[in-house]
Nanobody, 125 residues
């Protein structure tokens, strides 16, 4: 059974940093592209960032590019999202996601096969 367990969410002030973690189990981690999505209050879920395997290529939404960094540790089956210079509009439930794929690259948002349960991030001004 595949499980994606997020942690690291919480309250922050504008300009602060937070790091989200997602521990994966029940899958061959190195064969999956991993990503983060978020759902702001009253809005639909949106793509945030993705990272491929092997090459560890990355792809970001324009709204977070240059502020957020996605990374992965294949030895720990964990993907991270370092969020810097947080803004109130970053307030959302953040979801970890996994897509099994043959290509090691990511050049677009992933299409998840699996989702985590989500972790709340709230940024105050």
């Amino acid at each position: 059974q595949v499980q994606l367990i997020e942690s690291g969410g919480g309250l922050a002030q504008a300009g602060d940093s937070l790091r989200l973690s997602c521990a994966a189990s029940g899958l061959t981690f190195s064969g999956y592209a991993m990503g983060w999505f978020r759902q702001p209050p009253g809005k639909t879920r949106e793509f945030v960032a993705a990272i491929g395997w092997v090459s560890k290529s990355t792809y970001y939404a324009n709204s977070v590019k240059d502020r957020f960094i996605i990374s992965r540790d294949d030895a720990e089956n964990t993907v991270y999202l370092q969020m810097n210079s947080l803004k109130p509009e970053d307030t959302a439930v953040y979801y970890c996601a996994a897509e099994q794929r043959h290509s090691p690259m990511v050049i677009a948002p992933i299409r998840p096969d699996y989702w985590g349960q989500g972790t709340q991030v709230t940024v105050s001004s």
